[in-house]
């Protein structure tokens, strides 16, 4: 009964492809997030939803496009990947009216463009 | 602008000895401040709050409105406390959290 899923663990690739994370939540959040780590560690938000809305919208190229069919699931799908794009992408979830603000991660989608 | 700062990418410590992970932020308003944790193979989570004033594994925070700090401390370290920590702002009224760029923990036997 794993709370914050993605698929999948690891996606290898080329460039100029398109290809789509999933993310799924079983806490019943109302608030999900992308991040992105590159090689550096450095953990950047990238979107949020909340009950499906989009909330955060930080800079990142119009390649990236979240899409949120329900409050619990979150997919990323990127078109045209370039190398940059390599890196772990984590997704996160939380419950904003709890007061805790705890955001409970994904185990990170490993994306390798070549 | 809002900023999280880990000035130490890496920290070695032995056991027994007492560690500080240093963290400095920048906002203007009243943040909300987190550490988080990411031990090997394992997922980031939460370890502390700093509304929660709590201890977590013996790991405490303090935070210093007026050095803009929060620093995470413990006084003995143990080889299990090796892993990545991230300490993380988030403004008050948003959903949006700042990350630092995280710092290494070893602990050494």
């Known amino acids: 009964d794993t709370a914050v899923s993605q698929t999948p663990k690891y996606l290898v690739t080329q460039m100029g492809n398109d290809k789509s994370i999933k993310c799924e939540q079983n806490?019943?959040?109302?608030?999900m997030y992308w991040y992105k780590q590159d090689s550096k560690k450095f953990l950047k938000i990238m979107f949020s939803?909340?009950?499906?809305?989009?909330?955060i919208n930080e800079t990142v190229p119009n390649r990236f496009s979240p899409k949120s069919p329900d409050k619990a699931h979150l997919n990323l799908h990127i078109n045209s990947l370039e190398l940059g794009d390599s890196a772990v992408y984590f997704c996160?979830?939380?419950?904003?009216?709890?007061?805790?603000?705890?955001?409970?991660f994904g185990p990170g989608t490993r994306l390798t463009v070549t | 602008a809002q900023r999280v700062t880990q000035p130490e990418k890496l920290l070695s410590v032995f056991k027994g000895a007492p560690v500080e992970l240093k963290c400095n932020y920048s906002y203007s308003g009243s943040p909300e401040l987190f550490w988080y944790v990411q031990y090997s193979r394992q997922r980031l989570q939460l370890l502390l709050r700093?509304?929660s004033r709590e201890s977590i594994k013996g790991f405490t925070a303090d935070l210093n409105k007026g050095e803009t700090s929060f620093h995470l401390k413990k006084p003995f370290a143990q080889e299990e406390d090796s892993a990545m920590y991230y300490c993380?702002?988030?403004?008050?009224?948003?959903?949006?959290?700042?990350f630092g760029t995280g710092t290494r923990l070893k602990v050494l036997a």
């Open positions: 700093h509304i």
């Open positions: 996160a979830s939380s419950q904003r009216t709890s007061g805790k603000d705890e955001q409970y």
């Open positions: 993380a702002l988030k403004a008050s009224g948003t959903y949006k959290y700042i």
């Open positions: 939803y909340n009950n499906k809305e989009l909330i």
């Open positions: 806490l019943g959040h109302d608030t």
